[in-house]
């Protein structure tokens, strides 16, 4: 997602001189071309994020187009307030992005993992929040996020995501797409976890469960068609992150489905629990300990359905 | 004929700070507000920068070239809204919903539908870094606009103040002013009891910018200090205006009570008795 991003960004940036990045001394090796191929659009703010935003927000209030870029929390909760007050209060042209999503950064520990930054940018009012699944959709949401007039949050992977869509696929920012029709259940996913809704859905498909899958790579606004389509359409929705279960896209879901005519029968947020990611071990072994792997997706489901016995003799509601 | 000009010229820049107090004045009685010290503190400096320096056009507040004004210290609002009516950016009767319900002038600095205001603040420690960003895309698109910022004091306590102090000089912003009301009272006594800025002076010239310090009450030499930014080609300028808090009314002169305080009943009355014996 990380190539995916700054390879858009550059060719965007050859076409459009208001284009500007703003690092916070990261991005050894990502950043480097655009650095030395437009100078003139680049700057290193040093390792002072309150600074880099707050720079971000006079700079779009002179007319630039400003990309905000560092890992994890750096760009998001260390300035926080400038993100409120600068940039989403002056309904600035600063585009937040965050490399290393989740638990990307792994073995690096607690400080190094993103796992509240969706809710809190969720909650600013002005911003769009943007969470893609692939790097296809990483591509897209640049493009999308430099058209897009306004504050936005881009939250990415760390790099070596799988790609899952096909090139063309129609992107808008707001519209979730949909990857597997399903009747039975939904899994509603975002930032990542993708391929394992997929693997998921697999698995429960050969034992007769027909599940749906929502990539919502666009928190804010939220996709409210699709999300109500699926509460009416099919009787469980389960969301998945790699984020708390407080405020992310569990809760944004939470809170439309608790003010719509038809909600499911059974939903269920599948995240982080309100804790620290403080086990140590790369992404793939965290995701397993903190149920965000299939094997653990899968028995949040079938303890949510009430199913027993193996998943694949698991009886069709 | 010269001097005469000079006199007459600095006579109407203290007119317009004694506007600025009155003013200032007014609105915090009626809205039962604080912060009258810290606008008076910084009235003739806001008067130089709105009466000569500032390249701004009332009649075209958004005009591309003006020259950017930010002032940090967004608890001093009031004064920046006097002033900025006093110069016919808005009408001078909007002074009077100060505070109240429905008005366009909260207590802290809005942009929000306020011709002449380029950017909210009231969180302390934000104002020099958007200033900094402005003076950066000012100088890459080759623009000749000054951006200047109005900080308080107390403000400096702010790690991220020093974010861009060590930004600006580094990236060469010579079209940076920062300017310091340094009244050294701050909420909770004086700057010295509470976090002491000295050497103040020295610090922001270790950190590459170029500055001067001038007696924050002078129109005269509020005025002859501006007019030479930047002192240094190459640099970010840096004014350090020594000034006394509450400035203009006797009683409130240096006084930590003024911070907070809202002068209401006969202090107001003494108060504005004092400011129309100036006027």
């Given at each position: 997602?990380?190539?995916?991003?700054?390879?858009?960004?550059?060719?965007?940036?050859?076409?459009?001189?208001?284009?500007?990045?703003?690092?916070?001394?990261?991005?050894?090796?990502?950043?480097?071309?655009?650095?030395?191929?437009?100078?003139?659009?680049?700057?290193?703010?040093?390792?002072?994020?309150?600074?880099?935003?707050?720079?971000?927000?006079?700079?779009?209030?002179?007319?630039?187009?400003?990309?905000?870029?560092?890992?994890?929390?750096?760009?998001?909760?260390?300035?926080?307030?400038?993100?409120?007050?600068?940039?989403?209060?002056?309904?600035?042209?600063?585009?937040?992005?965050?490399?290393?999503?989740?638990?990307?950064?792994?073995?690096?520990?607690?400080?190094?993992?993103?796992?509240?930054?969706?809710?809190?940018?969720?909650?600013?009012?002005?911003?769009?929040?943007?969470?893609?699944?692939?790097?296809?959709?990483?591509?897209?949401?640049?493009?999308?996020?430099?058209?897009?007039?306004?504050?936005?949050?881009?939250?990415?992977?760390?790099?070596?995501?799988?790609?899952?869509?096909?090139?063309?696929?129609?992107?808008?920012?707001?519209?979730?797409?949909?990857?597997?029709?399903?009747?039975?259940?939904?899994?509603?996913?975002?930032?990542?976890?993708?391929?394992?809704?997929?693997?998921?859905?697999?698995?429960?498909?050969?034992?007769?469960?027909?599940?749906?899958?929502?990539?919502?790579?666009?928190?804010?606004?939220?996709?409210?068609?699709?999300v109500l389509d699926a509460?009416?359409?099919?009787?469980?929705?389960?969301?998945?992150?790699?984020?708390?279960?407080?405020?992310?896209?569990?809760?944004?879901?939470?809170?439309?489905?608790?003010?719509?005519?038809?909600?499911?029968?059974?939903?269920?947020?599948?995240?982080?629990?309100?804790?620290?990611?403080?086990?140590?071990?790369?992404?793939?072994?965290?995701?397993?300990?903190?149920?965000?792997?299939?094997?653990?997706?899968?028995?949040?489901?079938?303890?949510?359905?009430?199913?027993?016995?193996?998943?694949?003799?698991?009886?069709?509601? | 004929?010269?001097?005469?000009?000079?006199?007459?010229?600095?006579?109407?820049?203290?007119?317009?700070?004694?506007?600025?107090?009155?003013?200032?004045?007014?609105?915090?009685?009626?809205?039962?507000?604080?912060?009258?010290?810290?606008?008076?503190?910084?009235?003739?400096?806001?008067?130089?920068?709105?009466?000569?320096?500032?390249?701004?056009?009332?009649?075209?507040?958004?005009?591309?070239?003006?020259?950017?004004?930010?002032?940090?210290?967004g608890h001093g609002a009031?004064?920046?809204?006097?002033?900025?009516?006093?110069?016919?950016?808005?009408?001078?009767?909007?002074?009077?919903?100060?505070?109240?319900?429905?008005?366009?002038?909260?207590?802290?600095?809005?942009?929000?539908?306020?011709?002449?205001?380029?950017?909210?603040?009231?969180?302390?420690?934000?104002?020099?870094?958007?200033?900094?960003?402005?003076?950066?895309?000012?100088?890459?698109?080759?623009?000749?606009?000054?951006?200047?910022?109005?900080?308080?004091?107390?403000?400096?306590?702010?790690?991220?103040?020093?974010?861009?102090?060590?930004?600006?000089?580094?990236?060469?912003l010579d079209n940076l002013?920062?300017?310091?009301?340094?009244?050294?009272?701050?909420?909770?006594?004086?700057?010295?009891?509470?976090?002491?800025?000295?050497?103040?002076?020295?610090?922001?010239?270790?950190?590459?910018?170029?500055?001067?310090?001038?007696?924050?009450?002078?129109?005269?030499?509020?005025?002859?200090?501006?007019?030479?930014?930047?002192?240094?080609?190459?640099?970010?300028?840096?004014?350090?205006?020594?000034?006394?808090?509450?400035?203009?009314?006797?009683?409130?002169?240096?006084?930590?009570?003024?911070?907070?305080?809202?002068?209401?009943?006969?202090?107001?009355?003494?108060?504005?008795?004092?400011?129309?014996?100036?006027?």
């Amino acid at each position: 997602m990380r190539t995916a991003f700054i390879e858009t960004l550059l060719e965007l940036a050859r076409l459009d001189e208001r284009i500007t990045l703003v690092v916070g001394d990261l991005g050894f090796g990502v950043v480097t071309r655009f650095r030395e191929e437009l100078p003139k659009q680049f700057v290193n703010a040093g390792v002072a994020e309150q600074n880099m935003t707050g720079l971000a927000a006079g700079m779009a209030l002179s007319g630039k187009i400003v990309f905000t870029y560092s890992i994890a929390n750096f760009p998001v909760l260390r300035c926080l307030e400038q993100i409120r007050n600068d940039a989403c209060y002056h309904d600035a042209n600063v585009k937040i992005v965050s490399i290393g999503s989740g638990m990307a950064y792994g073995s690096l520990g607690v400080t190094h993992h993103a796992t509240e930054d969706i809710a809190i940018m969720r909650a600013l009012p002005n911003i769009a929040v943007v969470a893609p699944n692939d790097p296809v959709e990483a591509r897209l949401a640049t493009s999308a996020i430099v058209a897009h007039r306004g504050p936005c949050y881009l939250r990415l992977g760390r790099g070596g995501e799988p790609t899952i869509h096909s090139p063309n696929i129609d992107f808008q920012l707001g519209k979730s797409i949909r990857v597997r029709d399903g009747s039975d259940l939904t899994l509603i996913v975002t930032g990542g976890l993708l391929q394992n809704a997929l693997h998921v859905a697999d698995i429960l498909r050969e034992g007769g469960i027909s599940a749906r899958v929502l990539s919502v790579h666009t928190i804010k606004p939220l996709d409210t068609v699709a999300v109500l389509d699926a509460a009416r359409e099919t009787a469980a929705i389960f969301t998945l992150e790699e984020h708390s279960v407080v405020g992310g896209l569990g809760g944004a879901v939470s809170e439309l489905l608790m003010e719509a005519e038809e909600r499911p029968a059974k939903f269920k947020r599948i995240g982080l629990n309100d804790a620290f990611s403080s086990k140590v071990g790369d992404q793939d072994y965290l995701r397993a300990q903190y149920g965000l792997d299939t094997a653990g997706i899968l028995a949040t489901i079938r303890n949510t359905l009430g199913l027993s016995g193996s998943l694949t003799s698991a009886n069709r509601r | 004929m010269k001097s005469n000009d000079g006199a007459e010229n600095s006579a109407l820049l203290n007119e317009l700070a004694a506007r600025i107090r009155y003013q200032t004045l007014m609105m915090v009685n009626r809205a039962k507000s604080s912060h009258v010290g810290t606008c008076f503190s910084m009235a003739e400096v806001l008067a130089v920068l709105y009466g000569s320096i500032l390249r701004v056009d009332p009649q075209n507040p958004e005009w591309l070239k003006r020259d950017r004004f930010i002032l940090s210290k967004g608890h001093g609002a009031a004064a920046l809204y006097a002033v900025l009516a006093e110069r016919g950016f808005f009408p001078l009767e909007w002074l009077e919903t100060f505070y109240q319900n429905g008005s366009r002038l909260a207590g802290h600095v809005t942009h929000h539908y306020l011709p002449g205001v380029e950017v909210s603040t009231g969180s302390l420690g934000h104002g020099l870094s958007v200033a900094t960003g402005m003076a950066l895309a000012a100088k890459r698109d080759g623009e000749t606009y000054r951006i200047m910022a109005l900080l308080s004091d107390g403000e400096c306590d702010e790690g991220s103040v020093w974010e861009p102090i060590l930004f600006a000089p580094h990236h060469h912003l010579d079209n940076l002013i920062a300017i310091v009301d340094y009244n050294k009272i701050q909420s909770l006594g004086t700057v010295k009891e509470v976090m002491d800025l000295e050497p103040f002076a020295d610090k922001w010239r270790a950190f590459g910018w170029s500055v001067r310090e001038i007696d924050g009450h002078d129109v005269n030499e509020i005025q002859s200090t501006l007019a030479l930014v930047p002192f240094e080609e190459g640099r970010p300028s840096c004014v350090i205006a020594h000034t006394v808090k509450g400035k203009g009314v006797s009683f409130m002169e240096d006084k930590l009570l003024w911070h907070y305080r809202t002068p209401q009943g006969e202090e107001f009355a003494n108060a504005l008795a004092e400011l129309e014996g100036h006027a």
